[in-house]
């Protein structure tokens, strides 16, 4: 068997998938290009397919990567990458392909970057920014079905800016997850909203790109290794 | 799309979903059912007529209907007109709609439905009907046909549950009755008459329309006889959510002569067309890749019965390692060698449907299964390592009695000992028991509703004689009450639809959302009482008026007076036609050799 890197764009309709969704919709995609995915061993065998970095539902995303294995008797990558892209539905599109070998890659993501659009009052957003800039700790708490927890956002959200754009504000981020887990991207966004008092809907939110490591072997996929055509 | 170059900082995406609707989206339970981006969705910009297609139903019930796949697949790819879709909005989504006066839009282009030339609905069922006029409030469409003008498009109703339009009459400008497949171009071409009036009058011209107010005779219905000549839909839409079934579907049979008294799709969809096996085949092939599916479904009322079976199935599984083959129903009077022949791939459980508890009843109803043959298709499904066997029953028959209900709890008896012995108690049994409602151009359509006294008596009955350890789930009698009231409805009928609607009635199909309150008030409104519509066998019938179904009043008093009886009426398919008024003038059997 033989692991694969594929990087795909997540865009318009597709946005709007759950994590379990998107990836449902890769493996349907897998199967309709005649791309077979290895099983996982037990009772009920799965399709080794994983994404590693969930996209927020109603986000887009750039450059997303699949985690994915396949048997060793394949056709090659970019005969397979043209099915591929042949088979995907609006919205998903397969970009890339990288070869990683029989090794099970685990790549770690070191920063996602983020932007979505904010309504209202563009100096209200920008001053909100402004503020998070000076803050020295912005800690927040997260109810979740597990429980509440508290986390400190400054402890992982960098690189925040603000940027007027027709319809409102572009607001720009980027998240560095740590060995307890990552801010979520609208958990900066309803704070920011909060301070600028305006409405926290996420609109436009893109991962524009994220940086990775532990891709073995070589470079991450944005760095440009890869088959695409 | 992806001018985005790797690593790079900037913007990759194109085609966002307008503003107005994403700001609905992000707050709304499962965005991804107004969104569209299925595989195999079509897009033809710029093409003319623009029709909308609908089913009355949440996003995940609707786009699992094989009937608005047929009517999609033939517009987009074999007519000049662009097919959308539009599915109706969870409440969630509806008021935010509402509070933002965004109207409702299409998967497709996101634009509102209301821009479109036609906009035709599947109606499945009477409990959908509220969900009709939400979404013509929803997308800004006058409800009222006589209100609708130029800018307007025309609203068709098609499906099932226009056996009787009456309920839904003023809401729609007309009604195709029956299978509408050949009858497609005529429809878009008649949408290319300059104005309102002239679409509709050549619409009048078409067979099997009928127009609210306009018609003067019922409409005949269609029925589709290229069926066994036609290949079925072969890039279905698939949707990326997940689905409530994840098969490819391949319909190989249409109608069943089964000859089941309370059945309307029986004597409606009649008579029996076949597809050969070879088509079948060839579709599943190519199903299987389109849909990117492992299964495969052979769709038809009864696939049992289809002539190809065996074959069909032998070759489909063979067509690749992996595949399966399932069989929507079993019949019960052979379903042991059915299990073992057919089943093999069926996943986890079995349904059987012995319909009614005792001997008499089951004659009476034309289902004519007997005890011994229950028992052994119970058996069989047990000994075949099924884990699940689910039994469907239906109380309030004409004729029946307690004794017949208490016949439900002995047979459910039978199968829990079964289980037991068997089984050895690792298979699961439930049994489900639904309310019977008359319907339209079935024997038993002069016969009354069983009413919801009657009805909650029998529930109590059979919930006491039932074994333990033996799960039973009812229809709601109430939401009963509502449906047979609209299935008997004549004119006038949807006032009480309306009336409910405005009082908050939606989703009525759902046990969540269902407020029999609403339509309590509802009928104190408008004085039409639910369920008592009383209906005699020498008047003219509402739907009469309405619709010519093909089986005639001759036949159906003939099988309500032979059910009386407890006489049982062949197949035709297997013997002697039944002369139940068909076929004829290009309308026949078409059975494979
Ligand atoms: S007319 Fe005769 S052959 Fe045709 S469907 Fe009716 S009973 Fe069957």
Redesign the pocket.
């Known amino acids: 068997m033989t692991w694969w890197l594929l990087t795909f764009s997540r865009a318009a309709a597709a946005s709007y998938l759950s994590h379990l969704d998107t990836a449902r919709a890769m493996q349907r995609t897998f199967a309709r290009a005649g791309v077979p995915i290895a099983l996982s061993q037990g009772m009920r065998p799965k399709p080794r397919l994983s994404l590693p970095l969930p996209l927020p539902v109603g986000a887009s995303g750039c450059e997303e990567l699949a985690v994915v294995e396949v048997p060793d008797d394949l056709p090659d990558p970019a005969a397979a990458l043209r099915e591929l892209r042949a088979a995907a539905p609006p919205g998903l599109r397969p970009l890339a392909i990288i070869v990683v070998g029989d090794q099970h890659p685990r790549p770690r993501v070191l920063e996602a970057r983020y932007a979505c659009v904010l309504e209202g009052d563009a100096g209200a957003v920008r001053a909100a920014v402004e503020r998070y800039a000076t803050e020295v700790s912005v800690v927040r708490e997260r109810v979740s079905p597990k429980g509440r927890r508290t986390l400190d956002l400054k402890e992982y959200v960098v690189h925040a800016a603000a940027e007027p754009v027709p319809g409102g504000t572009r607001l720009s981020f980027a998240i560095r997850p740590r060995d307890d887990g990552a801010a979520r991207p609208q958990e900066f966004i309803d704070l920011i909203a909060g301070w600028a008092e305006v409405e926290p809907v996420m609109r436009r939110l893109e991962r524009r790109r994220v940086t990775w490591r532990d891709l073995p072997p070589g470079p991450s996929p944005g760095a440009g290794r890869s088959m695409s055509s | 799309m992806n001018a985005h170059a790797p690593g790079s900082l900037d913007s990759c995406s194109e085609g966002w979903i307008p503003d107005e609707v994403a700001r609905l989206l992000a707050r709304v339970t499962r965005p991804g059912r107004y969104t569209g981006g299925e595989f195999n969705l079509r897009l033809k910009p710029g093409a003319s007529p623009r029709i909308v297609l609908s089913y009355p139903d949440v996003y995940e019930i609707g786009i699992s209907n094989p009937g608005l796949q047929i009517l999609y697949a033939h517009l987009n790819d074999a007519t000049p007109a662009a097919a959308e879709r539009a599915y109706c909005p969870w409440p969630d989504m509806a008021a935010l709609m509402r509070a933002h006066a965004v109207p409702l839009w299409t998967l497709e282009t996101m634009k509102p439905v209301a821009g479109c030339d036609l906009w035709g609905f599947t109606l499945p069922h009477e409990l959908t009907f509220t969900n009709v006029l939400e979404m013509l409030d929803l997308a800004g469409v006058p409800f009222h046909a006589a209100e609708r003008g130029e800018g307007h498009p025309i609203v068709l109703g098609g499906g099932p549950a226009v056996a009787n339009p009456w309920p839904l009459a003023p809401f729609f400008d007309a009604f195709f009755i029956g299978e509408v497949e050949h009858r497609l171009d005529e429809i878009v071409k008649a949408l290319a008459a300059p104005s309102r009036a002239l679409r509709l009058q050549a619409l009048l011209s078409v067979p099997g329309m009928w127009l609210p107010g306009v018609s003067e005779r019922p409409a005949q219905r269609q029925v589709f006889m290229a069926f066994s000549s036609t290949a079925p839909v072969l890039r279905p839409v698939v949707p990326v959510l997940e689905a409530v079934h994840d098969r490819a579907i391949v319909e190989v049979m249409r109608?069943c002569?089964s000859g089941c008294r309370f059945c309307q799709a029986g004597m409606w969809y009649?008579?029996?067309r076949e597809r050969p096996v070879d088509l079948a085949v060839e579709a599943a092939e190519q199903l299987l890749s389109e849909t990117g599916c492992d299964e495969v479904s052979l769709l038809s009322l009864s696939s049992c019965d289809y002539s190809g079976v065996e074959e069909a199935l032998t070759r489909i599984r063979a067509l690749r390692p992996g595949v399966r083959v399932s069989l929507p129903s079993l019949r019960i009077d052979s379903a042991a060698e059915s299990l073992e022949r057919f089943a093999a791939d069926q996943r986890g459980s079995v349904t059987l449907a012995p319909e009614a508890g005792t001997q008499e009843l089951r004659d009476a109803i034309n289902k004519g299964v007997d005890d011994a043959q229950f028992e052994e298709a119970v058996r069989a499904t047990f000994a075949g390592g099924f884990t699940g066997l689910k039994l469907y029953f239906m109380i309030g028959l004409p004729g029946e009695t307690d004794a017949d209900v208490a016949g439900i709890a002995r047979m459910a008896g039978t199968a829990a000992r079964l289980a037991k012995d068997v089984a050895r108690g690792r298979a699961r049994l439930s049994v489900a028991v639904s309310s019977y409602v008359p319907k339209a151009h079935t024997p038993f359509q002069f016969e009354s509703f069983a009413g919801a006294s009657v009805l909650r008596h029998r529930q109590r009955l059979l919930r006491e004689a039932m074994p333990r350890h033996v799960r039973i789930s009812f229809h709601d009698v109430a939401a009963s009450l509502v449906e047979a009231t609209l299935a008997r409805g004549g004119p006038g009928s949807d006032r009480l639809v309306e009336e409910a609607w405005r009082r908050g009635a939606r989703f009525d199909g759902w046990s969540e959302h269902f407020r029999f309150a609403l339509w309590e008030d509802a009928a104190t409104a408008t004085g039409i009482e639910l369920g008592t519509a009383d209906l005699r066998s020498d008047q003219t019938l509402p739907w009469e008026s309405a619709v010519a179904a093909g089986?005639t009043r001759s036949?159906l008093s003939e099988e309500r007076a032979r059910g009386a009886r407890g006489e049982l009426t062949d197949d035709?398919?297997d013997g002697l036609?039944?002369?139940?008024?068909?076929?004829?003038a290009g309308?026949?059997?078409d059975v494979l050799p």
Do not use: I, L, W
């Not at chain 2, 036609?577 to 004829?584: I, L, N, P, W, Y």
């Open positions: 109608g002569t009649r008579p029996v089986v036949f035709c398919r036609c039944a002369s139940c008024g068909v076929c004829g309308v026949e059997m």
